[in-house]
């Protein structure tokens, strides 16, 4: 082992032990080629990653690499990763967008059929007050509406709007069961 391994190693380590990383994680992330290791090191150091995140990070980029026959850190270096890692906005947020996008890499007709469902949403056009919300990772077809009034009036539009949109909503509902 180089120093330069044995640096990056031991920055593993360290970051290993203060987010209090399962022994099998740390172990997997060791076994990565030096660059993929380093790459996720630095992931986890510029998007300060939890320690759920980096073992999720770890399992798709596992599960990516095996699929595509890529090394981890072939996988890390792609324009859509980079953009996020390097972008604006908040640690956390940039976080959820990473994994976000690594879940699509991963399971790219998941991201497709959720990308439908946003649009069919989307088309609904629904007013202000009511809002649609997907099952997460659309884990079941069950879809949460969800209405928002001040005022009996608001409420007495909310409800119409929703039963003039039957049509689109039983679609949306196809959609979820696989039936779209």
Not at 33 to 52: I, P, Y
Not at 144 to 168: C, F, M
């Amino acid at each position: 082992m180089t120093r330069a391994q044995a640096d990056s190693a031991g920055s593993i380590r360290i970051l290993a032990e203060s987010k209090r990383l399962p022994k099998a994680c740390l172990d997997r992330w060791l076994s990565m080629d030096e660059g993929s290791r380093d790459a996720l090191l630095s992931v986890a150091e510029d998007l300060r990653l939890r320690t759920g995140q980096i073992v999720t990070a770890l399992d798709l980029l596992d599960e990516i690499a095996v699929r595509e026959r890529v090394p981890p850190a072939a996988i890390l270096s792609r324009e859509e990763l980079r953009r996020i890692i390097g972008g604006s906005g908040s640690g956390p947020a940039r976080a959820s967008a990473f994994l976000i996008s690594l879940r699509s890499i991963r399971y790219p007709r998941l991201a497709a059929a959720t990308e439908e469902l946003r649009a069919e949403i989307s088309a609904l056009r629904l007013p202000r007050g009511v809002s649609l919300k997907l099952p997460k990772e659309l884990g079941s077809d069950e879809l949460t509406i969800s209405i928002q009034a001040g005022n009996p009036a608001q409420l007495e539009r909310a409800v119409a709007a929703l039963t003039e949109k039957i049509g689109g909503l039983a679609r949306i509902f196809d959609l979820l069961g696989g039936r779209g």
